[in-house]
């Protein structure tokens, strides 16, 4: 895939926030779009700008037949999809106890099978082709897990690790998986669970746990940027955050992972049984 080449991409969630500005991003350097959405009027905004650059599907990621019906389409029509991104996304803000289990069910069925599906319809094409990206859109939810956000943390940690593995399973092929980890955009997605004040000390730590970090609202137009640049790059990486001063958070959280797993050694020992050899 060179970089000058008008690309194809099939972008979920497309609609709003992150998504459309990164289907805008595409169109506007004359790429094609197939944008998702939930309600295919959501969408014509981006038919009204863009015409026939753009192929509007009305789509439920949580509908397994549908995803591989609306890839299918958008490969007859397209001609091929270069670039998939797993976009769209549910988040519940709540303790653990808050959250009910069908929010929390519900979440996942966005998050994680949503990705899910639409990854596992698109790789028999892009293996046929011996090339294609894969773009995750995860979260720095995705490696550290706060307070009152755990069941959307569950759901990006699962496709973090879902990924990490399809990279190495798919690069046999030609077939780039970059996880994109942004850090606090504005966004429509948060929807908050029932408050219980016994956890009013939890949404304390939370606000606690960022000050001092520099970290702040990013440009979503910058970030489309920032995309096109992923979709470009000849070698991408599997992991990358998007918004400053994430390193600030992940470098004490990671040194802290590894000081317990040594702390805690004689216990992993004690568990094996018989000294390893």
């Known amino acids: ?22 289907a805008e991003a595409a169109l506007s350097r004359g790429d094609r ?11 014509r905004p981006l038919v009204e700008s863009y015409g026939d650059l753009v192929l509007p599907l009305e789509l439920d990621v949580t509908d397994e037949t549908a995803v ?10 397209l001609g091929g999809i270069d670039i998939l991104v797993n976009n769209a996304g549910q988040a519940v803000m709540g303790a653990v106890e808050e959250v009910s289990a069908a929010q929390a069910r519900v979440q996942m069925e966005v998050n994680y099978f949503g990705a899910l599906y639409a990854t596992q319809a698109v790789l028999p094409h892009m293996r046929e082709r011996r090339r294609g990206r894969i773009i995750q859109i995860s979260s ?13 943390h569950a759901t990006k940690w699962a496709l973090e690790a879902l990924s990490q593995a399809l990279a190495a399973e798919v690069s046999e092929y030609g077939i780039h998986v ?12 948060g929807t908050p ?12 730590a939370l606000m606690a746990g960022f000050e001092g970090t520099g970290i702040a609202p990013g440009d979503p137009a910058a970030a489309a940027q920032a995309i096109l640049a992923v979709a470009d790059d000849p070698n991408p ?3 990358v955050l998007f918004g400053a001063n994430g390193l600030k958070l992940l470098r004490p959280e990671y ?3 590894i000081a317990l797993w040594e702390e805690w050694d004689h216990l992993a020992r004690l568990a094996q049984g018989t000294s390893p050899a």
Do not use: C
């Open 68 to 77: 591989h019906q609306a890839i299918d389409t958008a490969e007859d029509r």
């Open 140 to 152: 720095m939810g995705g490696v550290i897990a706060t307070p009152v956000m755990g069941t959307y």
């Open 33 to 43: 779009v197939a944008a998702t959405a939930r309600s295919a009027d959501a969408l």
């Open 193 to 204: 669970a029932p408050q219980m004040s016994e956890y009013d000390h939890a949404r304390k």
């Open 1 to 22: 895939m060179t970089t000058n080449a008008p690309k194809t991409w099939f972008i979920t969630g497309a609609s709003r926030g992150l998504g459309v500005r990164w």
């Open 255 to 257: 040194a802290r992972r």
């Open 237 to 239: 990486p599997l992991r």
């Open 178 to 189: 970059t996880l994109i980890e942004p850090l606090t955009f504005p966004s429509e997605l």
